[in-house]
């Protein structure tokens, strides 16, 4: 595949999973008497990505976050020439989906952007749970970190074949289990920056840290895996004696 095309598949599919997951937080987490809560917001931003793992995971690899970019890359699975297109094609997706969000959002006459966001991220009174600057960068860092083994894991040509998408989809899910009281859950940068853009104000502010924390968590994800599974090269020495094979 030619790199237009595979920076084309990582911004349609960064769109996917910023307009699906964000939105239904935006418009379906908190609806009157039928909302979908926590669990289903988790349950569709882990959707957004086995959806497009298996739409275009064979044209880009369906990286859709410059965490995992970069920790495919430090985990030795990606070329450094092919990351700064990546990383430009996912913000812009993630900008686009941000964007589709506010118009439709703000077509309902009480909708207040300053309110009711774009599910952005955040940390002390931006949290969901008041968490602190401190707990927001150890929560990012950890799961991050932990979503990359999945990935390269589920990857791995060792691995079970065709099952990757189940594994990384249900992983992101649990990771929103986890942490959207924490911060709203990021591990992904992207995810973070188009709600932000477009929201400004304290989201914009602190869009620094979602960027630090999930950059940090996916380069150790990607050494620590590709230590890991280092095919074992070292030749058993020859014992006197021992009958030749």
């Known amino acids: 595949m030619s790199q237009l095309r595979r920076a084309s598949a990582e911004l349609i599919g960064t769109f996917w999973l910023v307009f699906g997951g964000c939105g239904s937080a935006v418009f379906a ?7 979908i809560g926590l669990l289903g917001v988790s349950f569709a931003f882990g959707l957004t990505v086995l959806t497009m793992a298996y739409s275009i995971g064979h044209i880009s690899g369906c990286h859709l976050n410059p965490a995992v970019t970069i920790g495919l890359w430090a985990g030795g699975r990606f070329p450094t020439k092919d990351i700064l297109s990546y990383i430009i094609a996912q913000i812009a997706g993630a900008i686009l989906a941000a964007g589709a969000l506010y118009l439709i959002a703000s077509g309902k006459a009480d909708y207040d952007l300053a309110v009711k966001g774009l599910a952005a991220n955040g940390f002390g009174a931006a949290s969901p749970g008041g968490y602190s600057l401190n707990s927001g960068i150890a929560i990012e860092i950890i799961l991050t970190f932990g979503f990359l083994m999945i990935i390269l894991g589920s990857t791995d040509s060792r691995a079970p074949a065709g099952f990757a998408p189940i594994a990384i ?6 990771i929103h289990l986890i942490s959207i009281p924490i911060t709203n859950t990021s591990v992904n940068p992207a995810r973070s920056t188009g709600p932000a853009l477009i929201q400004g104000g304290v989201a914009l502010q602190q869009l620094w840290m979602f960027w630090v924390a999930p950059l940090i968590g996916g380069v150790l994800g990607g050494l620590t895996y590709r230590a890991l599974a280092a095919e074992e090269t070292a030749i058993k020495p020859a014992i006197t004696g021992e009958p030749a094979r």
């Not at 989809?169 to 649990?174: K, S, V």
């Open 29 to 35: 987490g908190a609806f009157p008497e039928v909302g």
């Open 169 to 174: 989809g249900l992983g992101l899910t649990l």
